[in-house]
């Protein structure tokens, strides 16, 4: 039997060795000078793949002939399909730029065909290992708990009743308490302007996140997300065309959000002004509700009906959470009117204020803009209700599965 290793016995066990090489000069090269080593290379890529059992480590050997472009596509498309596959690449010569693009590429190890049996086996065994120790934790990723934020959705029967005003500024007083780990999300997506009144440029939105949901994950997630400088706070903005809005399904939609809340400590979700598939699934997700409401005949039974469905939804009782905004403008009702009217308490109530338009007007949020301000001080009452003093008590331990917080949500 051959002498080898330990380690290399057990490596054997661990992980698989393939080979791809489509030049037939090569294939027969490293057929007689590397066997025993390498196996007899395939003579396309395509081979290879469906040879590899999905979930198992493999280590595939790239052939001199695939030192180049076409060969590091290859080693891109192999290690989007399978995650366990590692690639060491075996070169006639190898030179800074090709070592360079290997790497970018994604190939693991990189020598050159005369670089000694030796040499090549140890880098194999090592790509192994890895690939094995890849292999291990996505099987197990299922069972580790996971940090899941929570989600806040800001919601109303109809719109201009303060619902970007209450999301965005609770979002941006949470961020200045939490500095990186909260993330605002505008689901509005016909008519959202959170970035117009954060005063940041949209520069990538939701329906740019929504086109690349067969490749998305959490690094590329962040890279959709703008940055409100002065608080730290993540936006994924709406899309600027409403059209490219309406291709948003809800599944894509919650999967943004479910993927969102694994990477921040809170999410806040400025919702639409109505009922729809988005509204319901989104509703559904969330923790917390906050209905907003304003003190106007006109919105009572419109709100009624809101309350009444949220009800039917199983989202009322102790998710809903009533928000009274410009609670002092000309009171045609009273407040407990208004609450007998709905049979729901209103937690909180925010004055109307001339700092708001002003601050609107600025693209500056009024807490930041103006913190003294009446609306200011309700707006941290309602922030620091929610902020409780340990920002670890905020989040839920739940279960993951592996594949969905992996890649994505869509099968
Ligand atoms: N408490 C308030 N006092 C004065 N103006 C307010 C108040 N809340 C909201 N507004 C004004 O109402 C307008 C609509 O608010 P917005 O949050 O955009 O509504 P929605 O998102 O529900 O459509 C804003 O331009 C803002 O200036
Ligand atoms: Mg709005």
Redesign the pocket.
């Known amino acids: 039997m051959e002498n080898v290793s330990p380690s290399e016995r057990a490596g054997a066990q661990r992980y698989r060795v393939l080979a791809v090489e489509p030049n037939e000069r090569y294939r027969t090269r490293i057929t007689l000078e590397l066997a025993g080593i390498v196996p007899a290379p395939a003579s396309s890529l395509d081979a290879v793949m469906r040879d590899i059992v999905p979930g198992e480590p493999v280590v595939v050997v790239f052939g001199p002939s695939l030192a180049g472009p076409d060969g590091f596509n290859g080693v891109q498309r192999l290690a989007r399909s399978f995650h366990e596959a590692g690639v060491v690449l075996i070169a006639d010569v190898l030179t800074l730029s090709i070592l360079q693009d290997a790497m970018r590429a994604g190939v693991r190890d990189a020598l050159t065909i005369d670089a000694g049996e030796r040499a090549i086996r140890e880098a194999i065994a090592r790509v192994g290992e890895t690939m094995a120790g890849v292999a291990h934790r996505t099987a197990t990723a299922g069972l580790e708990p996971a940090r899941l934020g929570k989600v806040f959705v800001v919601f109303?029967t109809?719109?201009?009743?303060?619902?970007?005003?209450?999301?965005?500024n609770l979002a941006v007083l949470l961020a200045t308490k939490f500095p990186n780990r909260v993330a605002l999300i505008d689901a509005?997506l016909q008519?959202g302007?959170d970035a117009v009144?954060l005063g940041i440029p949209p520069e990538h939105t939701s329906a740019e996140a929504a086109a690349a949901v067969e490749n998305m994950d959490t690094g590329l997630m962040e890279s959709f997300l703008s940055v409100h400088e002065a608080s730290t706070l993540r936006v994924l903005c709406a899309p600027v065309e409403p059209a490219a809005g309406e291709r948003i399904t809800a599944e894509e939609m919650v999967g943004m959000v479910r993927m969102l809340r694994t990477m921040y400590d809170y999410a806040i979700v400025?919702m639409p002004?109505h009922f729809d598939d988005v509204v319901l699934a989104l509703l559904e997700e969330a923790d917390e509700v906050l209905l907003?409401a304003?003190l106007d005949t006109a919105t009572i039974p419109t709100l009624r009906v809101g309350i009444q469905t949220l009800n039917l939804l199983s989202v009322a009782g102790s998710k809903l959470r009533l928000v009274m905004?410009?609670?002092n403008?000309r009171v045609h009702l009273d407040i407990s009117d208004v609450e007998r009217a709905l049979g729901v308490a209103a937690e909180f109530r925010?004055?109307?204020?001339?700092?708001?338009?002003q601050?609107?007007?600025r693209g500056v949020p009024v807490v930041l803009d103006k913190p003294r301000a009446p609306?200011a001080i309700a707006l941290r009452a309602l922030a620091d209700r929610y902020a409780g003093p340990d920002p670890g008590q905020a989040s839920a331990v739940l279960e993951v599965p592996a594949e969905p917080r992996k890649r994505g949500w869509r099968r």
């Open positions: 109303a109809k719109g201009g009743v303060g619902k970007s005003v209450v999301a965005t509005d008519f302007d009144l400025d002004p907003i304003s905004n410009r609670a403008a925010i004055p109307s204020d001339i700092a708001i338009p601050a609107v007007n609306s």
